[in-house]
């Protein structure tokens, strides 16, 4: 198994998502491609038929970035906020404000980005989101996010394969 | 009484969250009805904690309750369980892709770096 095929997302007290994943790549690298919006705008974007419209990332304290996508279908969806902290290669912190086409995250959120070089050469990413309140966190958590709650994954694991078995 | 997508999750989640729970629904999960006595005889909890237990299950809609005289009877209702394992699906199809396209990235910025350094 490669060593990134393990992403995991976490509900963490009322308000925090906490997301995780190995990257098969140096710090520095992966650090490149979390914040050069040429980059993030490939790869940052929903599943079938969403595309990146606009990417632009001023990184530095109190610089603006702005994600923006559209789909096939004509919908379009936009995501922006403003940098708080950067610290490369290892932490960013930025406030993230969904403008328009995600009415389950109505609100401000703090995002909190980590990168750890680990010895084998490849790198921890961590997300930390923070909802402004529960229902904000809960509904981004039932329109696709995963609860992460290893233990009833297991459960259910188990007792779907009892029913399918 | 569940009434949206997201309270039938918390439900489910925490019905699934005790062994005790689970231990009951994987033997219900033949579809064989059985009455409460019966199906908590195997396990080592209280008459009180086993009622409480299938209360839990029964609020979260995994199981149905029969009533005939004083005998109460249960069977496992599965469809919470496929509501829970769909989410699970589009969670995967949502953000999996994502980072797949960002391995993709990282992929090439190694090749090009290597490509430099071998000049």
Redesign the interface.
Known sequence: MKP?DT?K?TARGDRELVIE?R???PRE??W??MTRPE?VG???????GWSTSECTIDLRPGGAFRHAWRHEDGREMAMSGTIREVAAPERLVRTERFEFGCETQAGEQLGTMTLDALDDGTTALRIVVLYPTREAR??T??S????G?A???A??D???N??GG | MVTDSTDVLDATFHALSHPTRRAMLATLADGVERSVGELAAPFDVSLAASSKHLKVLEAAGLIERRVVGRTHSVRIDASPLAEVADWTEAFRACWEPTFARLDGVLEEMKRHRKARRDR
């Not at chain 1, 490939?42 to 079938?48: I, K």
Request: hydrophobic share 50%; no cysteine; net charge negative.
């Open positions: 990134n992403l997302v994943r990257l098969d790549a690298i992966a490149e491609a980059l490939r790869w940052l974007r929903g599943p079938g809960d509904g958590l039932a696709g996010a995963n609860e709650m233990e009833s994954y459960a259910l188990d007792v779907l009892e029913l």
